[in-house]
DNA sequence: TTGTATGCGTTATCAT
DNA sequence: ATGATAACGCATACAA
């Protein structure tokens, strides 16, 4: 016999090789060109009758279609990609994640693709993104954290892979967006702080350079203008806690320190809290308090944390939608935005008349 | 001229096509064959002078290896999965997520390796880990949140393929493992309590059927055992904060209600502390409270929390390392368990002699 | 409707 | 050392 590489190798694996589509072409007794359209799910031109023979020889060997070849055919990944630029020092730990992967998974997975999932640092980013659209890995992107000045786009256009934003960049994003509406959010926020009697609302936000921190505090702003309010004290920070408490303790320590504070999102919220509190401030009585994505810990951290919630999952499961649907040429190339609500919890509530804090005159 | 289905779409693409490995053999006016062999890291038997023509060509034209080409022809992914289970009302935020991932993506990206997420419910948890497997869509899989009951194992040697458990799931785990010492953590945190001089440790869980829920409770255990206690109530919870906060105030509800309590997580711990403190309790003074995980949040709270700590990131770097071994045969068969630190703060400081809370007499 | 043949881009084997 | 060619498994254009 002739020397057979392939062949040894087929051998050893016999006993459990998986079945492919000629193999179940073989037991259908037709060709495979037959089974394989047979087993498409838009059953082109082929025979009833063998359209079921094919799927019972398909269904008696267990045959799954090998996703390797048949991504080499279709010049396709069968996946999508999200790279996540995190600095290692600040691998906080991320309310978004879990809920909005999950909308992910829901969506991608009923059509069979799969999230290639990489966490790179600053200088890793681009290379990142060139190498999983050059070789083939995805056949498109979900880009998250989008930066005011963003770079991607251009990174994104000239490797020919489509994209959605994870955000609401404003109408000059060359590409689809699905976010949550964050200035509406932060709006409804301060209108709330403004609602329960507060004078002077500060905000920390979360890292500058980011569209949405840059969105939530334009939210801030309006409802302060609206308002008629002057006062406009900002610590920026940076989402983390330790940023946070730092923000906070300068706002305190300022010579109008302010009696409620607006953050970009719970991490902050939580450690402002904590900081003030421990300079001897009562939350919400001199110090009011409301954050952003309503984590589960707001409502169990003392006093329980106002927050500002959206759906995440339902928003992961958008987003990778719009995603398949530009992947697939249809150009869904409109903004959406989810709309979120504010959840109201002790650390923003009213302070009784004869109960204000600092500078209250006041006696019932 | 004849119909051209293929033909049309790589005119559409001619400008813009990348560059296959016929390209750069035909720039270097050398056969296909060689091409490959050059471009291949262990340059097998091919002149020096060839390596470098085929290399400059390749450069030229920007040539990047087709992955899915490579993976038909190889059998392989070049990727791995990671199937996380996660009931989708208990989406908590996780501090493991973030940093953990950042070791795996610096462990296989420089193995030209990506990693595949689920983030699944229970029913389809068993058809994702088939799914994955059977598509030939990953080489290997992360194990994570091993059961004390685990029926993972025999879904993994049915599908013959490799992984690497995430945890110490002991000697009869028949995956390598590389996992925190749980144990030996809740250990530390519990004689850390003794020492601090508190009587009665109570002890916090996280789910129950996990490995690493299993394996504290031992720790806890066996401190206490050590050091002669006799007192041991327990509060079995989730993880989450408000299953925290609910065993929480089951036990300080208990004829004999504890004097310290440890966590399972941080998470859970913070929680616990603003229950316990919105009861008047004072913290560490009436109630000592150690976590687990120190997220960054731990650092950050009212009063700053203990907590045990874990390098996540080489945590995962290392079990992806340990997975592509298997992958390649190399089977470390062994378990490696990472050691882990206690991070003292405040909420478990020592109780000054003459100021020991309630049934303390103590003034001053 | 069905079978045949070809291409996807790579690696590996064979013959030169 | 190099070129030619088969093979990976699937989808599809074309002929029958």
């Known amino acids: 016999m002739e020397s057979m590489p392939r062949q040894r190798r087929q051998k050893e694996q016999t006993a459990t090789r998986r079945a492919t589509i000629n193999d179940v072409a073989q037991l259908a007794g037709v060709s495979k060109g037959a089974a394989s359209r047979a087993l498409s799910p838009d059953g082109g031109r082929i025979g009833r009758e063998t359209i079921a023979r094919v799927r019972a020889a398909a269904e008696e060997l267990g045959y799954v279609p090998n996703i390797r070849a048949r991504s080499l055919s279709a010049a396709r990944a069968y996946a999508i990609g999200w790279v996540m630029r995190r600095d290692p020092d600040v691998l906080t730990e991320d309310p978004f994640f879990p809920s909005f992967l999950a909308g992910v998974e829901a969506a991608i997975s009923v059509r069979n693709y799969t999230l ?46 489509p994209a959605v934003a994870l955000g609401a960049p404003g109408p000059s994003c060359p590409i689809p967006a699905v976010g949550i509406d964050d200035r509406k959010g932060a709006e409804l926020a301060t209108e709330h702080l403004l609602a329960s009697g507060r004078q002077r609302i500060a905000h920390v936000t979360g890292a500058p350079g980011y569209i949405h921190t840059h969105n939530r505090q334009l939210g801030w702003r309006a409802a302060l203008r609206k308002a008629g309010k002057s006062y406009c004290a900002e610590g920026i920070a940076d989402f983390t806690p330790e940023g946070g408490a730092k ?73 990778a939608l719009t995603l398949l649907d530009a992947i697939d040429g249809r150009g869904t190339q409109g903004q959406v935005m989810l709309q979120s609500g504010l959840v109201v919890r002790r650390s923003s509530h009213a302070v009784p008349k004869h109960a204000n804090g600092q500078g209250g005159v006041s006696n019932q």
């Open 116 to 161: 290639v999932l990489s966490i790179v640092t600053d200088e890793l980013e681009e290379p990142t993104y060139r190498r999983l659209a050059s070789e083939g890995r995805v056949d498109g992107f979900l880009l998250s954290d989008v930066r005011t000045r963003e770079s991607r786009f251009a990174l994104l256009a000239d490797l020919q892979v």
């Open 247 to 319: 923000a906070t303790r300068a706002l305190l320590d300022s010579p109008e320190p302010p009696d409620a504070i607006f953050y970009d999102n719970d991490l902050m919220a939580i450690a402002g809290m904590a900081a003030a509190m421990s300079r001897g401030l009562r939350v919400p009585r001199d110090l009011a308090v409301v954050g952003f994505d309503n984590i589960p810990m707001a409502a169990h951290v003392a006093p329980p944390l106002s927050s500002v919630a959206t759906d995440t999952r339902d928003w992961g499961k958008l987003a």
